[in-house]
């Protein structure tokens, strides 16, 4: 549910609405990020970019 600070955050934006700049900015981090999580999907995460860890951090 939201709190009416999300109400005042809302009417702050309407009134006072982000640059084109920043607009496009934010499109192109989320189609970049949408392209990532497509090629992740069909292609598969690469050897390169795995950690090759125990998943428990040892302490000499």
Same mark, same amino acid.
């Given at each position: 549910?939201?709190?009416p600070l999300w109400l005042v955050r809302m009417a702050?934006?309407?009134r006072?609405?982000?640059s084109p700049g920043r607009v496009k900015?934010?499109?192109a981090?989320? /189609?970049f990020c949408a392209l990532l999580v497509l090629v992740e999907r069909f292609?598969?995460?690469p050897d390169? /970019?795995?950690v090759n860890g125990t998943g428990r951090m040892i302490r000499p």
């Open positions: 549910m939201m709190g702050h934006w309407l006072h609405p982000p900015l934010v499109l981090v989320v /189609a292609v598969g995460w390169w /970019a795995t």
